[in-house]
């Protein structure tokens, strides 16, 4: 990207306030931008004006489109188009940022990839919805057009996730593996991951918001999920690198947890306090069941497709109903982490009877704000020191003052630099293939969903 651009950020909720406004305040100072303009709907208008005028960073231009209603259509191209020209700054580059609620983003990365407008979406890449139903099956086909049509352009499109510039999963976790594994010629054999999300949602609110997407019939899978589908999916691929002349495959089974489970899933004693009860909705109504999973646990495994012989198996589990620090039953003003989040994830990466990495990144609460989130990271390995003397049998390190959004900040300002190449929408073809399998698998409990891998 050789000259300053402007930018379009679609969708200027506080994710983009909080984490990013900054990356693009510095990106107009350093030259890479000139300014940035805003694409809204005309229904956040007046929380989109509130948060504006509180910044110090201000667009150069907004426009407010129609909202047509979330489950039933997408916007139009054309509606797309004639925002984008009103938008335009005669003699720059425009490059644009999709932040909206991931139902959304399609019709956006379309439109920036058929017109060579360079791109930075949000994860996950898409949530495909047909006639007002949430579709993984058209996950993967989706892709791979959109991926086919991007390689003919000489604009560049990358994705927003946590796990490409970590400073513990993938300059600690996944080099060491790799290193590990080309090395010895050791497969990965064994790898679990648990992303507990520590989200406490109370069912009127699962109704009642559009950041957390469960009303548009799609949970957890299609939200903070992706990012460690993502992780798990790059460590997963390392067997793919190591041996390159196989076709695998992965085999996944699902169960799922829903907002209708969640009354009976929490205390009703601490419930009470919140004035949540399980009573909105009656058992097994279609109001009910059109919401999304909130909790996903499942088994695979990874094979060689020509042998059928098991190379890899593990678990992979994205939980949100996990201990929150939430006390409030009304959601605050003013505040970022509305609903209590404490993340904490763990994950094992074993190599048969060689090695393995241990690593388990959580949150610590700082002080009385719900905002004061902290975390911390200790990483333990294991090793047949008596065959690989260069091993220690257990080794420990722990890292402190890290913060989860310092990784997304660095995607970012390499982005706005013209120099992101790590996390390109063609890298994403085969977590979102995963995140299909998995999607798939949760509305099919119980039953095997496979993907080439």
């Known amino acids: 990207m050789a000259s300053a651009h402007h930018l379009i950020v679609v969708g200027f909720d506080e994710i983009v306030v909080n984490k990013y406004l900054s990356c ?7 030259g890479h931008i000139d300014s940035y303009s805003i694409i809204d709907l005309e229904s956040q208008q007046k929380e989109i004006d509130r948060r ?72 996950p890449v898409l949530a495909p ?18 991926i086919g049509i991007a390689s003919g352009s000489p604009a560049e499109h990358s994705v927003m996730t946590l796990s490409r510039y970590h400073q513990i999963y993938n300059r600690v976790v996944i080099a060491s593996l790799k290193q590990r594994m080309e090395r010895w010629e050791a ?13 406490w949602n109370l069912q009127r609110e699962f109704e009642s918001r559009d950041d957390h997407p469960y009303k548009y019939g799609y949970g957890m899978m299609m939200h903070g999920a992706y990012h460690y589908v993502d992780l798990a999916t790059q460590i997963l691929s390392l067997n793919a690198d190591l041996f390159p ?8 089974s699902s169960f799922g947890a829903f907002p209708i489970d969640q009354h009976q899933r929490v205390s009703q004693r601490i419930a009470v306090r919140f004035r949540d009860s399980g009573a909105r909705w009656p058992a097994e109504s279609d109001e009910s069941l059109r919401f999304g999973e909130t909790d996903v646990a499942s088994a695979f495994r990874l ?74 990271a200790r990483v333990t390995t294991r090793a047949n020191a008596a065959l690989l003397p260069e091993e220690h049998y257990v080794s420990e390190e722990s890292f402190g003052g890290l913060f989860h959004s310092d990784s997304n900040r660095q995607l970012m300002e390499q982005w706005l630099h013209g120099s992101e190449h790590r996390s390109s929408l063609a890298s994403h073809l085969r977590p979102m293939q995963v995140t299909e399998a998995l999607a798939s698998s949760v509305l099919t409990p119980g039953c095997l969903v496979a993907v080439p891998f």
């Open 24 to 30: 693009i305040r510095d990106a107009i100072r350093s």
């Open 52 to 123: 504006i005028e509180a910044t110090s960073t201000k667009p150069r231009s907004v426009v407010y489109l129609p909202d047509f209603g979330g489950r039933v259509r997408e916007t139009p191209q054309e509606l797309i188009a004639a925002a984008v020209q009103r938008l335009r700054v005669p003699g720059v580059p425009t490059m644009m940022y999709i932040a909206t609620e991931v139902r959304a983003h399609e019709a956006y990365l379309r439109f920036c990839i058929q017109n060579h407008i360079a791109s930075l979406v949000e994860k």
């Open 129 to 146: 919805v047909i006639d007002g139903r949430f579709e993984p099956s058209y996950i993967t086909k989706t892709m791979e057009e959109l």
């Open 187 to 199: 497969p990965l054999t064994s790898f679990h991951l648990r992303a507990a999300g520590g989200v």
């Open 245 to 252: 002349e196989r076709q695998l495959r992965l085999e996944v």
């Open 303 to 376: 094979l060689d497709a020509a042998t059928g012989r098991t190379i890899s198996l593990g678990t992979l589990s994205f939980e949100q109903t996990t201990p929150s620090i939430r006390d409030w039953s009304e959601l605050p003003d003013g505040l970022y982490n509305v609903n209590g989040r404490t993340s904490s994830v763990d994950l094992e990466a074993q190599l048969s009877t060689l090695f393995s990495t241990h690593v388990h990144c959580y949150d610590i609460p700082r002080g009385v704000s719900a905002d004061g989130i902290d975390a911390f």
